[in-house]
């Protein structure tokens, strides 16, 4: 699909990669974009739709859509890490998975009718490489991701007859506020949003933003100790 007169939803789009990726939408010519955020008062740019837009209550994803019945592009960013262990964060993991995982689905099944009737459109996820790889403390978000990932490939054949392109993003660390504690090699938003955005102009169903991501993936046919040497 084309950006350029489109009409866009992007959720979680207060701050970091969401808000970079309202901006980027402009530039490209979107006639309209939706910044989805818990708390509308938080958009501030006078050139976008506020919406308000909480991914893990029904309730509110249900009236959003109702709201936002011309979209044509929509834009699952919304997400939370919480730095949960497997031994001791069971509510942590609960948010986790409801969020990222849960809230995603929620959100892409009830703008699915909407893309539907304003001609296909598009959805784009924004997984991560923490989909295909697990460290300690990100054990509850990788087990999100992996359960959006899944959820992406089922949606991805489901919307097909409809003529909704469904692309997966896969991303290591943003230099956004969520990756502010890491050290090392992280992404500018901008960046990860015009390779994700040129994917949906050229049709592709999966965008891996960076080397780390391209890695991992092609890692995966391989001996899992080559993954987790730690474990090796």
Same mark, same amino acid.
């Given at each position: 699909?084309k950006?350029?007169g489109?009409?866009?939803?992007?959720?979680?789009a207060?701050?970091?990669?969401?808000? %970079?990726?309202t901006e /980027?939408?402009?530039?490209?010519?979107a006639?309209?974009?939706? /910044? =989805?955020?818990?708390?509308? !008062?938080?958009i501030?740019?006078?050139?976008?739709?506020?919406?308000?837009?909480d991914?893990?209550?029904?309730? #509110?994803v249900? !009236?959003?859509?109702?709201?936002?019945?011309?979209?044509? $592009?929509?834009?699952?960013n919304?997400?939370?890490?919480?730095g %949960?262990?497997v031994?001791?964060?069971? *509510?942590? $993991?609960?948010? *986790?998975?409801?969020?990222?995982?849960?809230?995603?689905?929620?959100?892409?099944?009830?703008? /699915? &009718?909407?893309l539907?009737?304003n +001609?296909? +459109?598009?959805?784009v996820?924004?997984?991560?490489?923490?989909?295909?790889f #697990?460290?300690?403390?990100?054990?509850?978000?990788?087990?999100?991701? =992996?359960?959006?990932?899944a959820?992406t490939?089922a949606?991805?054949?489901e919307l097909?007859?409809?003529?909704? $392109?469904?692309?997966?993003?896969?991303?290591?660390?943003?230099?956004?506020?969520? !990756?502010?504690?890491?050290?090392? &090699?992280?992404?500018? &938003?901008a960046?990860?949003? =015009?390779?994700v955005?040129?994917?949906?102009?050229?049709? $592709?169903? *999966?965008?891996?933003?960076?080397?780390?991501?391209?890695?991992?993936?092609?890692?995966?046919?391989?001996?899992?100790? #080559?993954?987790?040497?730690a474990v %090796?």
């Open positions: 699909m950006i350029n489109s009409v866009a939803l992007v959720t979680g207060n701050r970091g990669l969401g808000k %970079a990726f /980027a939408l402009l530039a490209r010519g006639s309209k974009v939706y /910044a =989805a955020a818990r708390d509308a !008062a938080s501030n740019d006078p050139r976008v739709v506020p919406l308000q837009l991914i893990t209550d029904p309730t #509110s249900a !009236a959003a859509a109702k709201q936002a019945a011309d979209v044509q $592009l929509l834009v699952n919304a997400g939370i890490a919480t %949960a262990s031994l001791d964060g069971d *509510e942590a $993991l609960r948010r *986790e998975m409801d969020t990222n995982y849960f809230g995603t689905v929620r959100v892409a099944r009830e703008f /699915a &009718p909407v539907a009737a +001609g296909g +459109g598009a959805i996820n924004v997984l991560s490489v923490l989909s295909w #697990s460290l300690p403390t990100t054990a509850g978000y990788s087990a999100s991701k =992996a359960a959006a990932w959820a490939n949606l991805r054949q097909h007859g409809q003529g909704t $392109l469904v692309t997966g993003v896969h991303i290591g660390y943003i230099d956004t506020d969520m !990756a502010a504690h890491v050290d090392g &090699p992280k992404v500018p &938003p960046d990860v949003v =015009a390779q955005l040129d994917g949906v102009e050229e049709g $592709l169903p *999966e965008v891996l933003a960076d080397d780390l991501s391209r890695q991992v993936k092609a890692g995966l046919s391989g001996d899992l100790r #080559s993954l987790y040497p %090796a």
